[in-house]
């Protein structure tokens, strides 16, 4: 077969009685050995890259928002879980909360969680058995609904509160009193002071059936409420764990949790109370002057 009709054939041979037709047939090419496919040019290369370099910068800040909010989410059903062992507990013990005492300190941070780092976080916890835990344990597993996943730590309190003291949550203290710490004690020169003596005294013969306000009433929160709160302790020492400085995570005493803001020294407003009783907590909230108290 010579090359034209290797290429094609123009004059096919026609049925017998009938006239001869010109065909066209496609000409078959082999492919030459030394073709190659053509790669990627350089601008070709830096437009994907600079695709692929906008989805990352669009997906990133949206993926951290999302685990934000997973962590948020972890935190405050700890502290519910919490509350819910706190009311278990109070139903077992005749209404009655934790004191401190001897034998029983640091209870608004001892009363649950794993042991901690130095012998003042050491003990039995009493709350975890209320919470199917052991009340003493060292394993972090354990007592892993005792730490928020935002736990960053403080000062001393290093690498975070969980580890130090066993715990990332602090109790209202004048739940656990007394005698509480000194920031939170009524000073002689607060305009409060009177009736903030009244409620501290108060408080060592405090049941459930003597408190008011229970959808207000701070039972629980994360360690950063108390830094916020008292008026002695400056911005540094503020732990900023939500993104939003003065804002905390609080369970109340009703079983809700909230991120609610903390405000400087003031121990009622229209969000949150540390003060137990009903007359106590109008009396602070005249004599502190605070336009945001019911």
């Not at 949550?169 to 739940?175: A, E, F, P, T």
Request: hydrophobic residues 40%; contains cysteine.
């Amino acid at each position: 077969m010579n090359a034209k009709q290797d290429s094609y054939d123009r004059h096919a041979a026609a049925p017998h009685g009938q006239a001869r037709v010109s065909v066209l047939r496609p000409r078959l090419r082999r492919a030459s050995p030394s073709a190659t496919f053509r790669g990627f040019s350089l601008l070709e290369l830096l437009v994907v890259i600079a695709m692929i370099a906008l989805l990352i910068a669009i997906l990133i800040p949206a993926l951290v928002q999302a685990r934000r909010r997973v962590n948020q989410l972890v935190c405050q059903t700890n502290l519910s879980t919490i509350a819910k062992g706190w009311h278990l507990y109070l139903a077992a013990s005749g209404s009655k909360f934790l004191k401190s005492g001897p034998g029983l300190d640091n209870v608004q941070v001892n009363f649950g969680g794993k042991q901690g780092r130095i012998a003042a976080f050491q003990g039995p916890k009493r709350l975890n058995p209320s919470l199917h835990l052991p009340p003493v344990t060292w394993s972090d597993e354990a007592a892993r609904i005792f730490r928020c996943p935002f736990d960053s730590g403080s000062g001393r309190a290093q690498p975070t509160f969980f580890d130090y003291q066993g715990s990332s949550y602090q109790m209202n203290h004048l739940l656990v009193g007394p005698p509480g710490p000194p920031g939170l004690q009524p000073k002689p020169g607060d305009p409060c002071f009177a009736v903030l003596e009244r409620a501290f005294k108060e408080v060592t013969d405090l049941n459930t059936g003597s408190l008011a306000n229970e959808a207000k009433l701070l039972l629980a929160g994360d360690c950063g409420w108390y830094n916020a709160w008292e008026s002695g302790i400056g911005p540094k020492d503020h732990i900023d764990w939500h993104g939003r400085p003065m804002w905390h995570n609080l369970a109340f005493m009703d079983g809700h949790v909230k991120l609610t803001r903390i405000r400087k020294g003031m121990h009622t407003t229209s969000d949150y109370t540390v003060i137990p009783s009903r007359q106590e907590q109008v009396e602070v909230c005249t004599c502190q002057q605070e336009i945001l108290c019911d």
